[in-house]
């Protein structure tokens, strides 16, 4: 998809913990609308660049942007207010409810409705209830769960709880997608369901996605742009052809003679 | 064969939230409704609506809050007997202190309110600490209460010990004298528990399958994705506490006002606060019917026990003796009930219901 304005600037973030410097100094940019990989070695502070952005640590200098407003402090759910929602390395699912409430609670933010109106089932909680099960269906059919709506999500298999997360993300209906290793531990069929979910998310509603990746032929494949870490320093960005040409990716990934 | 839900087609997203899915669930519910509010009040004596119903009720309701919000949101607590306390010292003072127009169903929302807020208070640690740590910050609510109670003797009226509850107080718009029934007899407390604790039970069960239960049990799984997917995560935690308290609040009115016709300080030790989190457990964290199978096995089966042991043993045996061998019983049994399953009997009860469905094909 066509590259517009930066959704999301990142600027100059610097990261530690202690004595441990995850990220240092990192920039880029993220365009509206594109595919965007953040790939590198282990360790090398993708998924801390990922909380940054998600507001789930808060940088000790630098500044995160989001449609033009500053993100660097603001809580997760502030953050998500404004359009971003994410799923996590490990899946981060309610272990005790069902793929169905799972789901549900992506809408928690269209909810109107006080919690007295919802105790009493009366107006606008119940029609609330219905819209947002309308737009829950939506989403289960788009990423093929029809069959598991009432399990628990602690019973299915790691790709369709993957995927039940991804919709719980999708469900409310975010500008900005990021996925934290959506196709890790999945087999070469679940890869290639998930590269296409990305893709048809990315074309049909135009949402702008950042995902981490370690599978290089899925990143090739589908990203617009590529950003590349090591050791909390960026060493790479550029469109997919730029980096398989990069000196110093190339390096980090298969090493170098000193 | 009765019991499946073959034949009932569902067509829409409201039918698909039923509170009762199969048709004979609901009948069944509605015919135990019926026999609890028509047939029970003739047919019990007062021992058992004074012993047995009315405690099972005023202990349910507080089992429930409980489970509000260590079953439902994850947050242990410990205070269940000082939000108790204070429930039933709020009512107490809202019915001696209001004109005469007050009356004991509003009082008991307003009492619970005040707990609620008060549940607040307490809950307040709970946006930093989690696990056994609040559990302990929680006794807190417990020691407060009785200390506050114990030292401010204005809220028991300058009473001693305990303050015998009036009779007047039952009274609901005049309809005792007006149509010249007794509001005060075992009967129309019962009645009273019932329909307020169906009330409760029922808006907790509304709560539950709607966004604010979703939050409650989001908050409980895995509270930093709560975070991230847009719950407010403190806002939820204080609302559990809140709604949690409130429940409390009104099961320990019930407790006092309707079961034992007393109030005093000695009513709400820590025990108390024990014996609830156990119904709790046993009956299922997370379910609000297990709140009220767990009060029953609890409340009823050590006096079924020494009952059966008295039976038994006719006398053979010195009764302290036989009451303490009923008791490791008791022990002995809970122990096995949580080895075999953990959920507790609500978990119990949906297997059984499970088999009940696909009956006689097991698959």
Sequence with gaps: MAAGNPILQIDNITLAFGGVTALNGISFDVAEGEIC???????????????????????????????????????????????????????????????????????????????????????????????NRRAVEEVIEFLHLQGIRKTPVGKLPYGLQKRVELARALVAEPIMLLQDEPMTGMNLEEKKDMSCFALEINREFGTTIV????????????????????????????TPDEIKNNRDVIDAYLGVTH | MIYRETGTFITSYIEDRKLFPIPFDKWAMALFMLFMVFVIPFIA???????????????????????????????????????????????????????EWMNLPLALMLAGTVTGVIGIIFGLPSIRIKGFYLLVSTLA??????????????????????????DHHFDLFGIGETFDVDMASFEAKYLL????????????????????????????????????????????????FFVSCFYCGVGGALFCYAYLQVLGIRTFEMNRSFEILFMVIIGGLGSIAGSFYGTILVYEFPILFSW?????????????????????????????????????????????KQKLRTWPFPH
């Design chain 2, 193 to 240: 528990s019932l329909g307020i604790v169906t009330a409760l039970a029922l808006f907790a069960k509304n709560l539950m399958r709607s966004a604010t239960g979703r939050n409650f049990m989001a908050v409980r799984d895995m509270d930093i994705a709560a975070s991230v997917i847009g719950i407010p995560v403190i806002r939820t935690k204080m609302l559990a």
């Design chain 1, 37 to 131: 990989a953040v790939i590198g070695p282990n360790g090398a502070g993708k998924s801390s660049m990922l909380n940054v952005i998600s507001g789930v640590y808060v940088p000790q200098t630098g500044r995160v942007v989001f449609r033009e407003q500053d993100c660097t402090r603001k809580r997760p759910r502030q953050i998500a207010q404004l359009g971003m929602a994410r799923t996590f390395q490990n899946i981060a699912l309610f272990q005790g409810m069902t793929v169905l409430e799972n789901i549900l609670t992506g809408r928690c933010m269209k909810i109107r409705s006080t919690w007295i109106e919802q105790g009493l089932n009366i107006g606008r909680a119940r029609r609330e209830e219905v819209e």
């Design chain 2, 308 to 352: 059966a042991g008295d039976y038994i043993f006719k006398g053979a045996f010195d009764t302290a003796v036989v009451d303490n061998v009923a008791k490791i019983m008791y022990g002995i049994l809970i122990i096995a009930l949580l080895i075999r399953e953990p959920g507790g009997l609500a978990a119990l009860w949906a297997t059984a």
């Design chain 2, 45 to 99: 004596s007062d021992y058992w609506l004074a012993a047995h119903l009315i405690p099972i009720l005023a202990y349910g309701t507080a089992a429930l809050g409980l489970n509000l919000l260590t079953g439902m949101t994850g947050q242990l607590s410990l205070g269940t007997a000082g939000f108790m306390c204070f429930g039933a010292f709020f009512t107490f003072n809202i019915m001696l202190r209001s004109p």
């Design chain 2, 141 to 166: 609510a417990q020691y407060f209460a009785l200390w506050f109670f114990r030292s401010y003797p204005y809220f028991l009226n300058y009473a001693t010990a305990t303050v015998t509850l009036p």
């Design chain 1, 211 to 238: 995902l981490i990746e370690h599978d290089m032929s899925v990143v090739m494949d589908i990203s617009d742009h590529v950003v590349v870490l090591d050791y909390g320093a960026k060493i790479g960005d550029g």
